[in-house]
């Protein structure tokens, strides 16, 4: 099993920049592929961001160019980095992990908020 623990939220102005991690635990991170999704209060959870195991990413048309997924795995750990945020950008941002059939994990989230 993989247990998941996200930081980095904070509050941040529009057009500023925030980096958010996840730190992995528990199995051998390497094998999953990891990503991030969202939730706004009122909205349905959406994807954000993808990367698989190979190194491949994939991004949610609302953020393609402005934010970048990447992992390293020496430290079991993904990052989101947000760049040129909106107010539109702010929920709560959770990472996943998932591999083959195995049962996807999610953390706890943490809240992004861009606001003047």
């Known amino acids: 099993q993989v247990q998941l623990v996200e930081s980095g939220g904070g509050l941040v102005q529009p057009g500023g920049s925030l980096r958010v991690s996840c730190a992995a635990s528990?199995?051998?991170?390497?094998?999953?592929?990891v990503g991030w999704s969202r939730q706004a209060p009122g909205k349905q959870r959406e994807l954000v961001a993808v990367?698989?195991?190979?190194?491949?990413?994939t991004y949610a048309d609302s953020v393609k160019g402005r934010f970048t997924i990447s992992r390293d795995n020496a430290k079991n750990t993904v990052y989101l980095q947000m760049n040129s945020l909106k107010p539109e950008d702010t929920a709560v941002y959770y990472c996943f992990a998932a591999r083959g059939d195995e049962g996807d994990y999610w953390g706890q989230g943490t809240q992004v908020t861009v606001s003047s």
């Open positions: 990367i698989t195991s190979g190194g491949r990413s």
């Open positions: 528990g199995s051998i991170f390497s094998m999953y592929a």
